[in-house]
């Protein structure tokens, strides 16, 4: 499971969709359409965000274990990371909210005022993953983490209970400031259980995914650029139009 790459579930969905979609005109691509279809923009920027924290967890030091995108349960859910260490089990759910006001509370979590399930659905995840260990007779504690990316404003106004909510960026120094309560022996029996396909729901993953991922994010970053292009064309004419009445 070691070979997964972070939000490799969700660029497949990406890929499915888009695959379903029909392309852009040749117009459409002059104007700088946007290319994504609608259902899968939340999936694009879920995949964008998980990478970001796949990123970040890259840089943890000797002696953690980082797994991907890892299929818990018997449906389709899996688990953003998961992190064994020092400190302990992390489980972590990546939520992408660039510009958006978060207020955090011990039963809630507000995304501009509107309440979301991600406190409930953290801690699904990190008692399946606690359930995986007590059957494997690791005895390591487990916590659910919320690491939120591109947010405007982060507000804890009640910790959550079991969760801790933290911004992507301030993640992994959290993880290596927390108390060691694994000895190494432990923190190696759990990597070997995180690392082996059995203890999951088989998944299958064509090997081109971050291929075609990749070039859907480029062809959302030209679109983006040529919308940019086209606006600053109108700016510059609104000028040109203008100018003449001002020297007047």
Known sequence: MSDRAPGAAVMEQVVRLQAASPPRS??????????????????????????????ALGRLPSGWAVFHAVPVGSGEADVDHL???PAGVFVINTKRHPGASLAIYERAVLVNGTKQPYLRNSDLEASRVRGLLLRAGVDAPVQPVIAVVGAKQVRIYHPPRRAAVLRAETLVRWLVRRPAVLDADTVAQAAHLFDDPATWRPVAVASDTAE????????????RLVRAGWALAG???????????VAR
């Open 83 to 85: 992190v064994v260490g």
């Open 212 to 223: 075609r991922f990749g070039a859907i994010e480029r062809e959302v970053r030209s679109a």
């Open 26 to 55: 040749s117009l459409a691509r002059a104007f700088g359409v946007r290319p994504l279809a609608e259902e899968a923009q939340p999936w694009f920027s879920g995949a964008l965000g998980e990478r970001e924290v796949g990123a």
């Open 235 to 245: 700016a510059l004419g609104a000028i040109a139009v203008a100018l003449p009445f």
